[in-house]
C-alpha cells in the first residue's frame, strides 16, 4: 500500500523548466540617467571612458553620469561607429552620413565631401576612411587632411570593414579591397546581395561577408585575394542588425539576441549559443575589466560574466538551497521544497508544505532534506521513507551518525531519530533512550530544555555535540551529561557553528569568527577586511563566509582568503552552496550560477582623471604648472572622473588640500569638488582612490591683494608711522607748549594773586596800625594814663596776631575769632561812649578744625564798627554770628549804625582829606580768591530800614564755601 501511494505521489508531480538561464546583468535605462533607451553603438576609449550613441547624440559616461557632446550646426544628432584616433580623439558617424570628433569637450565636424547614406567610417593607424559620393576619401588623423579620394560606384553600399590589410566595402554584390598603397582590387559574391544584409568579419588570414535574410543566413569566406574559399549556412534566430568584435572575435548582434560567430567552426546549427534572446542587440563589447556592456533598443546591459547564469522559477522566490548530486534542493518564500536539474534545467516539486510558511532552514544529509517553515520536516530524497514533519521551530540541523539527527530549536536541544534507522548501533543510543529529559514522540528527544538553540554541530572525533544557545555554548558528550564553555569567564553566543576537518568555528552573534578548541574559544583576526560576517559555509577544506558585501572563500590551513567573484551584492544573497567548482547563489531575483569564481581577475587600478577646473564659473583646462589667480578668484570648482563604469569596482575616493593635511572622503552622488571664497595662498589639492594616490593633481595660487601685498602694507606702515610720527611730535610739542604757557600763566596768576593779597594785607595793617595809635595818642594826651595802658597792651597782643595772620593764607576760625574780640575791645575803648559787641560760636562743633582765608571777615566787621556805629547817636550795637550748614560756613555781622547811605555822605565830606581804603581792598581781595576757585565766596550786604524807610544799621552775610574751609 506504502508502494502505490508512493508511486501516484511521484507521478502526479508537475514538472517544469527553470525560466531565464540568462547571464546575470544590470540593466542601464532612462530611469537611471541613460539619456536614451534605444542606443545603437558602445565603446570604450583608452582612458575607460564608456562612449554611446543614441536617438540624444554622442555621450560619455564614466560610471557616475552621462556627458553630452553636441556641435553647432549639426543636422542630425543620432548615429553609430564611435572610434578613437591615436590623438585620443572620439570620432563617431551620424546617420547622414556626416563625421563629428571630440576636441576636449567639444565636438567639431571634419570638413569632408559630401557623404553618401550612413556608412561606417574606419580608422587604422594614422589614416581615416570615409564613403562619400563620389568614392573613398582617406584623411590624415594627425592633419585632417584629404590625403587622397579613390573613385569608384559607392551606389548601395551595405557595409564596411577595416584591418591590417587595408579597408573593404560591399557594394553592387562585390567585395572592394583599397591596400594601404591606395591601389583597388575586388572580388564578387556568390551570392546577389542588392536586397539583403552583407557584414563584413576580417580575420588575419581571410575575410567572412555574412549575408542573406532572416533563417537564411550563409557565411562567404574569402581569402586575402579575395577568392572565395568556402561557405556554409548561418542558422541564426533572428535578424542581423551589426557585428561587434569581443576580444578580437566578432559577434552577430541580432533581434533575437547576441551570438558569437564561429570562424573556424561550421556550419552553425541549432545549438548555436546566444544570449539574451528576448533582446534586440545593436552593439556589444568587453570592457578592460571584463564586463561586458550589450547596447539594445531597450538600454543597455551590463553582464559581469558571460557565464554567469540567472535561473528563475516563476511564481517562486528562493530562500535556501543545497546540493544534491547533479541537483540543487530549494526552498521557497510560498514553503515550497523543489529540486533543480542543473543539467536539464527541470524543476520538481518535492513537497508543499500547507502553511505557506517561508523555509529558513534547508539541509541535504544521507540523502535526506531535512528543513523548517512552520515545522520541522524530513524528506527523503531516495524513495527511502515517506515525507515526515515535526511541530518544532527547528534553527539548525547536523548529522550525528546515520542514525540520529542533532536538533537546535526554539526551546531545547535535542535528537532526532532518522526513520527506517532503528535498526543501526549508535553511542548515543543510551541518551537517546534514558538520559533524555523529554520524549516529543517516538523518533524525538530533549537533551535540555528551557533554553533557545539556534546552533549545533557535531564533532565526530571527540564524539561532541556543540550547541549554541541563549545561555551559551553548551557541550554534551555521549552519556546526555553537559558543559557550558566561556571565554573570559562570560558566556559565548554562537549563531552558526561548522566544521572544517578537525577544526570548529563559531559565529558570534556580533558577526566575528571565533576557533573552538581543547573547550576554549580564541577569537581570529579579520579575513573579510573589516565585514561583518553574516552566515558561514563549510565547502571542502575551506569556509565560505557571506559577509556584508562580499563573498570569501578562507582556507584555515594556509590561512588565506580570497574574494569570490560573483558580481551578486553580499546584502541580497539568501544563502549559497557549493557544486564543484560552480557556486550557486539564491537571491530574490532568482539563482546564479558562478562558475570557478576562486579564479581572480587582475585587479585593475579606478581610472581618475580631472576634466576641468572653474574659476568663477569660467573653465580652465587642467594643466602640470600651477595656475595662477587673482584675489577675486576665489570660487573654485574642480570637476573630476573617476572611472568605474564596471561592477564591483567601486573604492572610496578622498582629496586633501596639503601635502601633510588629512585626507578627506568625497561624496559618492557628486563628481565636482567646490572650494567658495578661498582665503589668499598656495593650494595642492591631492586625490587619492581607495588606498592608491593618484599622480594628477591640482595646484593654484590665490594672490592676496595688492593692499595685501608686503611691499604696500610696507608702505602704508611706513606713511602712517612717519604720518603718525609727525603728528604725535607736533601734538607732544603743542601740548609741552601750552603746558608751560599754562605753568607760566598760573604762576604769574599765583604770584600776582600772593602779591596784590600781601599788598592788601601790607595796606591793610598800617590803615588799623594808624588808628590804634591815634586812639593811644589820645589817651595819652588827656593824661588817661590807665586807658592808655589797657589799650596799649590789647594794641599789641593784636599787633602781634595781625602779624601772624598776614604771614598765612588760611588760619583756624578759632584764631579769626580771638582776633576779632582784640581788634573790638580795641575799637570799643576808642569810642567815648562805646559800644555793645557780641561774637556767637555756639553752634561751631570744632572751631580748630576749621580753616578759612585769614582776615576775610575782619574788614566787614571794621566797617560796620568806623561806618556805621562811629557816628550813631545812642545805644550802639554789633552781633557777629557764626554758624554750619553742610559744608558752608555762614557769617552774619549785624549792626545798628546809622547806615550805608549816611555813612557814604559822611565819607565824601572826608575825601578831601583821607581816602578810604578798607572797602576797596576787601573787593579785590574777594576778586582775587573767587579767581581760583570753582564755589565762590559770595558776601551779600543788606540795608536796614524802618517803617518810615529810614536806616536802621546794615547786615553783612558772608558764606565761605567748602573748599575754602
Not at 587604422?124 to 579613390?150: E, F, H, N, P
Not at 579785590?924 to 570753582?934: E, P, V
Request: aromatic share 10%; proline share 4%; net charge neutral.
Amino acid at each position: 500500500m506504502f508502494v502505490r501511494i508512493l508511486c501516484i505521489f511521484w507521478l502526479c508531480l508537475a514538472y517544469c523548466y527553470a525560466g531565464a538561464q540568462e547571464p546575470f546583468c544590470i540593466a542601464l535605462g532612462i530611469k537611471n540617467g541613460l539619456p536614451a533607451n534605444e542606443v545603437y553603438n558602445i565603446w570604450q576609449d583608452k582612458k575607460g571612458y564608456i562612449w554611446l550613441t543614441s536617438d540624444e547624440g554622442l555621450h560619455r559616461y564614466d560610471g557616475f553620469s552621462y556627458k553630452p557632446y553636441r556641435s553647432a550646426g549639426q543636422s542630425f544628432i543620432a548615429g553609430a561607429s564611435i572610434q578613437e584616433d591615436d590623438k585620443g580623439r572620439i570620432w563617431y558617424e551620424t546617420f547622414d552620413g556626416w563625421l563629428y570628433y571630440t576636441d576636449g569637450d567639444s565636438l567639431r565636424p571634419l570638413q569632408q565631401n559630401r557623404p553618401i547614406d550612413f556608412a561606417p567610417f574606419h580608422i587604422y593607424k594614422d589614416r581615416l576612411y570615409a564613403v562619400q559620393i563620389a568614392g573613398v576619401d582617406i584623411y590624415d588623423t594627425k592633419t585632417l587632411k584629404l590625403l587622397c579620394t579613390i573613385p569608384f560606384n559607392t551606389y548601395r553600399v551595405q557595409h564596411t570593414a577595416c584591418n591590417q590589410n587595408g579597408y573593404y566595402i560591399t557594394a553592387n554584390n562585390i567585395l572592394y579591397h583599397i591596400a594601404p598603397d591606395n591601389s583597388v582590387s575586388f572580388g564578387h559574391l556568390p551570392v546577389a546581395t542588392n536586397n539583403n544584409l552583407a557584414l563584413i568579419a576580417t580575420h588575419n588570414d581571410s575575410i567572412h561577408v555574412i549575408t542573406g535574410t532572416t533563417q537564411n543566413y550563409r557565411a562567404i569566406v574569402f581569402n586575402n585575394n579575395l577568392n572565395v574559399v568556402r561557405s556554409f549556412p548561418c542558422h541564426i534566430s533572428g535578424t542581423i542588425r551589426a557585428l561587434s568584435e569581443i576580444d578580437g572575435k566578432p559577434w552577430l548582434c541580432t533581434t533575437r539576441g547576441l551570438a558569437p560567430y564561429l570562424i573556424h567552426n561550421q556550419p552553425y546549427g541549432s545549438d548555436t549559443v546566444s544570449y539574451f534572446r528576448n533582446k534586440t542587440i545593436s552593439s556589444a563589447f568587453r570592457d578592460r575589466n571584463g564586463n561586458y556592456w550589450v547596447a539594445t533598443t531597450d538600454g543597455v546591459l551590463l553582464v559581469p560574466e558571460i557565464d554567469n547564469k540567472l535561473y528563475t522559477i516563476p511564481g517562486e522566490t528562493i530562500t535556501r538551497i543545497a546540493t544534491w548530486k547533479n541537483k540543487i534542493v530549494a526552498g521557497t518564500r510560498s514553503g515550497n521544497i523543489l529540486s533543480f536539474d542543473t543539467r536539464t534545467k527541470a524543476i520538481q516539486q518535492l513537497i508543499k508544505t500547507p502553511s505557506d510558511h517561508e523555509i529558513y532552514y534547508l539541509r541535504v544529509q544521507n540523502d535526506m532534506a531535512v528543513y523548517t517553515g512552520k515545522k520541522f520536516g524530513i524528506i527523503s530524497l531516495i524513495n527511502k521513507f515517506s515525507s515526515e514533519e515535526h511541530p518544532m521551530a527547528t534553527k539548525s540541523v547536523s548529522d550525528i551518525d546515520g542514525k540520529y539527527l542533532a536538533i537546535a530549536r526554539s526551546g531545547a536541544c535535542g535528537l532526532q531519530l532518522i526513520p527506517g534507522c532503528e535498526h543501526i548501533q549508535s553511542a548515543w543510543d543510551h541518551t537517546f533512550y534514558h538520559n533524555s529529559t523529554i520524549e516529543i514522540d517516538t523518533c524525538t528527544r530533549d537533551l535540555t530544555t528551557q533554553v533557545r538553540a539556534r546552533a549545533t554541530y557535531y564533532h565526530t572525533t571527540e564524539k561532541v555535540l556543540l550547541f549554541g544557545t541563549s545561555i551559551g555554548l553548551l557541550i554534551f558528550d555521549t552519556t546526555g551529561r553537559y558543559e557550558t564553555i566561556t571565554m573570559n569567564g562570560q558566556p559565548f553566543y554562537a549563531r552558526e557553528i561548522a566544521g572544517v576537518g578537525q577544526d570548529v568555528f563559531l559565529l558570534s552573534a556580533r558577526g566575528k569568527l571565533y576557533k573552538w578548541n581543547n573547550k576554549k574559544i580564541t577569537e581570529l583576526p579579520s579575513v573579510t577586511n573589516g565585514q561583518n560576517i553574516r552566515k558561514i559555509l563549510p565547502h571542502d577544506d575551506q569556509l565560505c563566509l557571506i559577509a556584508e558585501t562580499d563573498i570569501y572563500l578562507w582556507t584555515p590551513a594556509r590561512n588565506t582568503c580570497m574574494c569570490l567573484q560573483t558580481n551578486v551584492p553580499a546584502g541580497a544573497v539568501n544563502d549559497v552552496t557549493w557544486m564543484n567548482d560552480t557556486l550557486w547563489v539564491a537571491t530574490d531575483a532568482g539563482m546564479f550560477s558562478i562558475p570557478h569564481p576562486t579564479q581572480q581577475h587582475a585587479n585593475v587600478a579606478l581610472p581618475f582623471y580631472i576634466n576641468s577646473i572653474l574659476v568663477n564659473n569660467v573653465t580652465h583646462t587642467p594643466t602640470a604648472g600651477t595656475l595662477v589667480l587673482g584675489y577675486n578668484s576665489n570660487n573654485i570648482a574642480i570637476n573630476y572622473s573617476i572611472i568605474t563604469p564596471g561592477i564591483g569596482t567601486y573604492a572610496p575616493a578622498y582629496y586633501k588640500m596639503a601635502a601633510n593635511a588629512p585626507w578627506i572622503q568625497l561624496p559618492n552622488d557628486s563628481r565636482t569638488l567646490n572650494f567658495q571664497a578661498l582665503a589668499p595662498g598656495e593650494y595642492n589639492i591631492f586625490f587619492k582612490i581607495g588606498n592608491k594616490e593618484q599622480a594628477q593633481q591640482v595646484s593654484f595660487v590665490i594672490r592676496a591683494p595688492f593692499w595685501q601685498q608686503w611691499w604696500f602694507i610696507a608702505i602704508c606702515t611706513t606713511l602712517l608711522a612717519a604720518v603718525a610720527g609727525s603728528l604725535y611730535a607736533r601734538h607732544m610739542r603743542a601740548r609741552v607748549r601750552k603746558l608751560e604757557e599754562q605753568k607760566e600763566k598760573i604762576q604769574l596768576q599765583e604770584d600776582r594773586s600772593r602779591s596784590m593779597l600781601a599788598a592788601i594785607r601790607a595796606q591793610m595793617n598800617p590803615h588799623f596800625f594808624f588808628n590804634a595809635l591815634n586812639t593811644i595818642q589820645a589817651y595819652i594826651v588827656t593824661n588817661n594814663k590807665e586807658k592808655a595802658t589797657n589799650y596799649l597792651a590789647k594794641f599789641s597782643m593784636l599787633t602781634r596776631t595781625i602779624l601772624e595772620m598776614t604771614e598765612a593764607e588760611t588760619v583756624s576760625l578759632s584764631v579769626e575769632i580771638n582776633a576779632l574780640q582784640l581788634y573790638l575791645e580795641l575799637e570799643k575803648m576808642r569810642f567815648p561812649s562805646g559800644f555793645e559787641y557780641s561774637i556767637n560760636a555756639q553752634s561751631i562743633t570744632s572751631p580748630d578744625s576749621i580753616e578759612i582765608p585769614s582776615m576775610i571777615i575782619q574788614p566787614y566787621v571794621e566797617n560796620a564798627v568806623k561806618h556805621g556805629l562811629l557816628h550813631k547817636e545812642g545805644e550802639k550795637k554789633l552781633s557777629i554770628d557764626l554758624q554750619e550748614e553742610g559744608d558752608t560756613l555762614i557769617v552774619t555781622i549785624d549792626d545798628n549804625g546809622i547806615g550805608r547811605t549816611r555813612s557814604g555822605e559822611l565819607n565824601r565830606i572826608k575825601q578831601q582829606k583821607h581816602r578810604s581804603f578798607s572797602t576797596r581792598a576787601t573787593e579785590q581781595r574777594l576778586a582775587i580768591l573767587n579767581g581760583s576757585r570753582k564755589q565762590k565766596v559770595s558776601v551779600t550786604i543788606i540795608d536796614k530800614l524802618n517803617e518810615r524807610k529810614q536806616p536802621t544799621g546794615t547786615t553783612v552775610i558772608i558764606k565761605i564755601p567748602a573748599e575754602n574751609v
